[in-house]
């Protein structure tokens, strides 16, 4: 990355980390040879799709979490433990039930021990500041998400920490509170009210990161790394229908939807090759909802994704793994921020219910390794019935337990729909009789 | 109305249940051992000690009315020393076994296993024991019985505070870190309020159980030993002694009253401020009422009281303890951890089996096996009284429970008086029973056994109906449009609706009837005695002989028949409960 202009130290200063999660045998690579530099006066986004370890990284600078390798920097003091130079947002707001709204603020300076008439003054302060007077005495229940998470920002603030932390403050509310929220966190930035020198900010919504950012970090999954670096100079504030927001968030889109270089297309979609594939958990619902969207009118088979993403309301985090699973199945084709429908995916938009169970069933088997190794274990065996443990372990050799829970249960709910194998939930056995 | 704190209670399983696998495995074997041996261990220092105790001189208790009120208050009084205990032992080794992973291999298993040891087996070792620490003195009576209640509470309540720690949200548990709070002031702000709400109802029901161990552990008679420390137990111990049923009688309202006030002034005012704790984002519908927290809410006394109370808090919060080490989170065991635990687990182990070759050293020296075969042939008689019983109840109380659940004024009425009834020490009433039986010349094999289920019975009733409360509207709409008939709608719908709720329920009848036993099997009214054949009167008959290698023996017999109860029946229906009546 840019070293900053300024012959200064930087701010925050992340160099060569790697994070493993160790996992019962096996160990899942989270992230990767990162480095980051984050200077005096900047915001900084770091983007990506949920799980590519960008939430890891956060935690990691804030000295939640130790890394297996590399070292954090702030202010040219390295992080060891739980740094004091920093304070975080939770994207689920994190504030304690059972305190007020003035006892949540004011948990970090009784932590540092401050004496209880000083904390409250700046308690006050900040509270003041975040526009939540009259909330002073409010419990976190009698408060709407918007409230809740001004309560989490004014509590990040009156340590007054030299980088304020965002996990994706914005995304656990509704789209108008959040752009309020954004607009008031942008005005104090402007103003310079904000007792802080730096942003950094995790987030997984692109046109989020070009209206708040300087900088925009793009995470890749699998492992997490940081691949793009997007200057946005564009002046404050900023309109997202501007042709140039409109651009950037365009490129960013193609940018994401790249394949990385030199692996065939469809395959490393997902993380593992073969039975080994980590699967999403998608609806066949909405993969067969999509695929008819696309097939209609005005996509006729050929869509832009940031405004079809727009027009489904879908965040990058909902609308990918379907498209990669339409990949997968080679009902679709991804490139350039652009998704096209093959000739199967259009042939399954038009056919009956039971045209379409069967094409899916075909593409089942022939292009998800997972579900034709199971269908030929319970076709080999003479009883065609197999336990899930069975499939369960193998998948567990390389991959975390969650994964292969997940993996497991997408395979069951697509093989449903397709017919293919039947799953006993109590008996936890697979077989191939459907009960009719 | 206190619907919802049951409900909330039902998801904080009891006993250990939400754990992992349902067979005893090997671990509980170990704790096992370990458990007999202490037994053997304190029944044979305990002879020791035996001659001194005889000489224990205690003012006699005698059946004047006006000592009533102040027996009344002793025997309320041995319940808050008792509860006090359990909180102290509760924060101590549940925060131990919460905070050290090999604290925790050996902690929880015991509480596990403890749980099951029948609370009035420890008193045969108990008195003894006590009383030679306080040789010649009233207090080593008093603390054994403190400690019989202790240890119908304990175990449980730790369990509880434990399963809190351990699943305090990561996001609070971040936030805790972040700030840098100090291990008191994230005890204070993130732990102790996290796990209030599932302690205070674990602490409250335990009372509940407790008052029946109080009553049945102030008179005791362990061999030559013969204690009366003042009390209602030991009123009704004297009454039935001297077959005078008006001071039964007074005994039973005395007792009514008790529970009435700690029911009205303790349980509810509780139960309803600690709904402030529940974690839960939303503001609830229904509240936790109690008229007595909303006038100490309202009174300006109580908060000029309460202000340099929490100033003086304030000022400890602020004080930096030396920190306990640095706060860490569990990290993943490497290989050097890994190698630690097998050296620790090969102790423990060690020490297990030294265990148990003392318990059964002890043992062998007076019993044989013939002694261990009656024992198990007695355990299954009370095991089948149990069952029998369980299933009976449930059949009449079921069906009432879901009848009162389903109708919200009627739930409101009877929940509390159900409630009342759970926590009223039903041995109180025995005797009336036993009157009864003596004057048809009833069959006390069979008629004594309902005294067992007798308070623990009100269990099923309101946690049935609970779980029809909280029954979702919109799926017994349904079953009212399609109009599915009654047998369909009991299999299809109601059944599986309260499943859980009935499950938590028949658990805790169960283990408080097998805990009855021990005082329900055997039964005096003046010199005529009665007795029905089982473990419970196995225990109750060696305790009286001064047996101890019986009474050790009737214990380890009766641990086993609720652990293998619990974990092969109860456990699994917890199993089923948990994965069919989840939609996500």
């Not at chain 1, 919504?205 to 997490?224: H, K, Q, T, W, Y």
């Not at chain 2, 006030?261 to 839960?280: C, G, H, M, N, T």
């Not at chain 2, 509240?287 to 908060?303: A, F, G, N, Q």
């Not at chain 2, 070759?357 to 043992?363: K, S």
């Amino acid at each position: 990355m840019d070293a900053p202009l300024s012959g200064l130290a930087p701010l925050v200063q992340v160099e060569g980390l790697r994070h493993v999660y160790r996992q019962g045998e096996g160990n899942v690579l989270v992230l990767d040879g990162v480095d980051l530099t984050l200077s005096d006066n900047e915001i900084v986004g770091l983007l990506g799709r949920s799980g590519c370890g960008k939430s890891t990284l956060l935690r990691v600078i804030a000295g939640l979490m130790p890394a297996t390798a590399g070292t954090v920097a702030i202010d040219g003091e390295p992080v060891r433990g739980p740094a004091s130079q920093v304070a975080m947002v939770f994207q689920t707001f994190a504030l304690f039930p059972w305190l007020t709204v003035l006892d949540n603020v004011e948990i970090g300076l009784e932590a540092q021990g401050m004496l209880a008439s000083e904390r409250h003054k700046r308690a006050l302060a900040a509270i003041d500041l975040i526009g939540l007077d009259g909330y002073e005495s409010a419990y976190p229940k009698e408060l709407s998400g918007g409230m809740r998470q001004r309560v989490g920002f004014a509590r990040a603030l009156v340590v007054h920490p030299k980088v304020l932390l965002m996990d994706e403050p914005f995304s656990a509310l509704d789209v108008l509170t959040a752009e309020t929220l954004r607009s008031d966190l942008l005005d104090l930035w402007c103003e310079g009210r904000m007792p802080t020198r730096s942003i950094l900010m995790v987030t997984h919504n692109i046109e989020e990161a070009v209206l708040l950012c300087d900088r925009i970090l793009v995470f890749s999954s699998n492992p997490g790394r940081i691949t793009t670096q997007i200057n946005v100079n564009l002046s404050r504030p900023r309109n997202r229908l501007d042709p140039v927001f409109r651009q950037l968030v365009d490129d960013i889109y193609a940018r994401m939807t790249e394949r990385p270089a030199g692996r065939p297309t469809r395959e490393g979609v997902f993380p593992g090759t073969g039975i080994a594939m980590v699967l999403p958990r998608v609806s066949s619902n909405v993969l067969a909802g999509l695929l008819e969207t696309l097939a209609a009118e005005p996509y006729n088979g050929h869509a832009d994704l940031p405004p079809l993403a727009a027009r489904l309301q879908m965040e990058i985090d909902d609308l990918f793994p379907v498209l990669e699973t339409l990949q997968l199945l080679r009902f679709a084709e991804v490139a350039e921020g652009d998704v096209r429908l093959t000739e199967a995916g259009m042939r399954f938009a038009r056919a009956g219910l039971d045209e379409r169970k069967k094409l899916f069933a075909q593409h089942l088997i022939a292009y998800v390794p997972l579900a034709a190794h199971i269908k030929r274990v319970l076709d080999e065996r003479e009883s065609h019935r197999a336990p899930a443990t069975r499939f369960r372990d193998e998948l567990e050799d390389s991959m975390s337990e969650e994964r292969a829970e997940r993996t497991l249960r997408a395979v069951i709910s697509w093989a449903r729909y397709g017919e293919v194998f039947a799953y006993d939930e109590d008996a936890g056995v697979f077989s191939l009789e459907n009960p009719s | 109305m206190d619907i919802r704190s049951v409900t909330a209670a039902v998801r904080t399983w009891p006993l250990s249940l939400g754990q992992k696998g349902a067979l005893p495995n090997f671990y509980d074997l170990v704790l096992f051992a370990f458990i007999a041996a202490a037994f053997a261990a304190l029944a044979h220092g305990s002879r020791e000690m035996e001659a001194p105790l005889a000489s224990l001189d205690l003012a006699p208790v005698t059946l004047d009315p006006i000592k009533l009120p102040e027996y009344a208050l002793r025997t309320t009084l041995r319940m808050f020393a008792a509860i006090l205990a359990s909180l102290a032992f509760t924060f101590v080794v549940a925060t131990l076994a919460a905070k050290s992973r090999k604290a925790e291999l050996v902690i929880i298993p015991a509480l596990d296993i403890l749980q099951s040891v029948p609370v009035l087996g420890f008193l045969t070792f108990t008195v003894v024991f006590f009383m030679g620490l306080f040789p010649g003195s009233q207090l080593g009576a008093e603390c054994a019985a403190i400690f019989a209640v202790f240890t119908a509470q304990a175990w449980n309540m730790a369990f509880s505070f434990y399963q809190s720690l351990r699943t305090i949200p990561r996001d609070l548990d971040e936030v805790s870190r972040h700030f840098r709070l100090s291990p008191w002031l994230r005890f204070r702000r993130l732990e102790l309020p996290f796990a209030a709400p599932g302690l205070i109802w674990n602490t409250m029901m335990s009372m509940s159980g407790g008052w029946f161990f109080v009553v049945a552990s102030e008179a005791i008679t362990v061999g030559a030993t013969s204690v009366k420390l003042p009390g209602i137990g030991s009123w009704l111990a004297v009454a039935i002694d001297r077959k005078d049923i008006a001071a039964v009688a007074m005994a039973v309202a005395a007792m009514a009253l008790v529970i009435l006030a700690y029911d009205q002034l303790l349980f509810r005012p509780i139960v309803a401020w600690a709904d402030k704790f529940r974690f839960e984002q939303t503001a609830a519908q229904q509240r936790s009422r109690s008229w007595v927290y909303d006038l100490v809410r309202r009174t300006r006394l109580l908060r000029r009281i309460s202000t340099p109370i929490a100033r003086v808090a304030s000022g400890l919060a602020r004080l930096r303890l030396p920190a306990f080490g640095e706060e860490r989170p569990r990290a993943v065991p490497g290989w050097l951890g890994k190698a630690s635990d097998i050296v620790w687990i090969l102790l423990v182990l060690a020490a297990a089996g030294y265990s148990a070759w003392i318990a059964v050293e002890y043992l062998r020296a007076t019993l044989g096996p013939d002694d261990v075969a009656s024992a198990l042939g007695l355990g299954v008689l009370t095991l089948a009284r149990v069952v029998v019983l369980i299933v009976i109840a449930s059949l009449i109380w079921v069906p009432i429970g879901v009848w009162i659940g389903l109708r919200p004024w009627a739930a409101e009425v009877v929940q509390p008086v159900a409630q009342f009834l759970a926590a009223f020490p039903a041995n109180v009433l025995f005797p009336m029973a036993v009157v009864a039986i003596v004057a048809f010349r009833l069959n006390p094999d069979i008629w004594l056994s309902p005294l067992m289920v007798l308070g623990t019975q009100w269990y099923i009733l309101f946690n049935v109906v609970a779980g029809a409360s909280a029954f979702p509207t919109d799926l017994r709409e349904v079953s009212r449009l399609y109009r599915l008939r009654s047998w369909q709608w009991w299999r299809k719908v109601m059944l599986p609706g309260i499943f859980p709720y009935y499950v938590t329920g028949a658990l805790t009848a169960s283990g408080g009837s097998w805990n009855a036993s021990i005082v329900a099997e055997v039964a005096n009214w003046g010199d005529t005695k009665l007795e029905a054949a089982g473990l419970g009167a196995f225990i109750a008959r060696a305790t009286e002989a001064g047996d101890y290698p019986r009474v050790v023996l009737g214990i380890v017999v009766m641990a086993v028949f609720v652990v293998l109860l619990n974990r092969l029946l109860w456990r699994r229906l917890y199993t089923i409960a948990e994965r069919r009546t989840r939609l996500d």
